[in-house]
């Protein structure tokens, strides 16, 4: 069983930025791909980026170029970095784990998170 734990999500003004990490009770290593999802209210969750143990990184369009996704092996986190945030931004972002990029971009990854808000005021 694989623990995910979010953290750095806040309130921030447009054009601003936040570093969300996301702490794991194994270690990543063995773990395939690490994503990020979000879930604005009244809305799907959609995937916001992926990253695999090759370090191959898959991104929303919405999210290219303003945010970034890296995985940090010896501690066993994932960090999404986001710049130039956007009101429409505005989610509960979601750590998830597995171990085919095909499920976390389904959006059914065995393992979640859970859940931390971003607020992006105009």
């Known amino acids: 069983q694989v623990q995910l734990v979010e953290s750095g999500g806040g309130l921030v003004q447009s054009g601003g930025s936040l570093r969300l990490s996301c702490a794991a009770s194994?270690?990543?290593?063995?773990?395939?791909?690490l994503a990020w999802h979000r879930q604005a209210p009244g809305k799907q969750r959609d995937v916001v980026a992926a990253i695999t143990s090759g370090g191959n990184t898959n991104y929303a369009d919405s999210v290219k170029g303003r945010f970034t996704i890296s995985r940090d092996n010896a501690k066993n986190t994932v960090y999404l970095q986001m710049n130039s945030l956007k009101p429409e931004d505005t989610a509960v972002y979601y750590c998830?784990?597995?171990?085919?990029?095909?499920?976390?971009?389904?959006?059914?990854?065995?393992?979640w998170g859970q859940g931390t808000q971003v607020t992006v005021s105009s």
């Open positions: 194994v270690g990543i290593d063995s773990i395939h791909v």
């Open positions: 998830n784990a597995d171990q085919s990029l095909d499920r976390v971009l389904l959006g059914v990854a065995d393992y």
